[in-house]
DNA sequence: GGAATATATTTCAAGCTTAAAATTTTAGGT
DNA sequence: ACCTAAAATTTTAAGCTTGAAATATATTCC
């Protein structure tokens, strides 16, 4: 049953906005689940855990916190946890008695390790069906989405990644 | 051709992955931003009202939770909050003394529909680029992501190098 | 130096979320 | 009736998340 209204535009915009939230959902869901189920872990924990793994030589609080785009508090209970789990450590900052370093520990290096490779081959298997030329259809509508053009360009591709 | 490594097709696709979070969670931090600045409430909060608009009637717990996918102690709370504040009553079930009828109140359906006219209107303005070409291909290539079609592997195409 | 201001971080209160355990009530089987 | 299993829901414990208030330290400006 195709019920469509002609002209709702707003409201198939809506269905849509729904569907990416569903979709995004779902693959989050899964992704919990198997980093609790197998690794006793968490999405948050793991977020963090790969802002570290990418500076060995540590990030501030703060630092963490804006790579990751959520509160300071958040990062302080995450780390806390993550200390106590020995997966990092906190060093003081030479100069600044306010910040703390936190980096991964030998142990919470490897632990990442393996939790990422496990993690890339998750989203691979989840978007498996996905090629080339289907990803790049898809990432330039999200880019779409999150930056929106002010006049229509013609992009030929080549946004990049951060 | 940009410096992209041959066979890596895992980790675009991880790098899409990423991309739809950080789409649907810029949506989603906007949207609950303004709930809670123009509106003092919460997106779990909006979900449930939502779910009850659509039955006069009233839900019973567990058809909120089932609908939602959440948890029903989850529920359990967020219905609470929405009796609290004058939104929403529970009514026995006849015949059934486990059970509750969750309903919107009068005050609850009109904040509501504010609520959901607003919402539309954010939701119309942050995808105001998508024009219906844009909303099919997107949404076709989401529900991809959503129900992969399973097709034989016949693809000898790529596997991947790690 | 000393006051005011800015920065880095933690603490707090409130709400969301889940899985697992507990409660209450209903339904089935004997 | 009695016993057991199933169903609807709440409670609990733990963790995530935020914004705002509190701490502690650093910097800037007279």
Redesign the pocket.
Known sequence: MKSTPPSSLSKDRLRLWLKLLKTSSAIEAELR?RLRDQFGS????FDVMSALARSPEGL????ISTLL???????????E?LVEDGHALRLA?P??????RVKLTAAGSKAFAELAAEHEGWINEMLGEFGPEQIETLSDLLEAVLHPAEKDEKSGSAANAE
């Open positions: 689940r968490t999405l948050p924990r501030k609080m703060s630092e785009k959520v509160s300071n508090g958040n990062v302080t209970g995450i780390v946890r900052v100069g600044d008695r306010r910040a703390n």
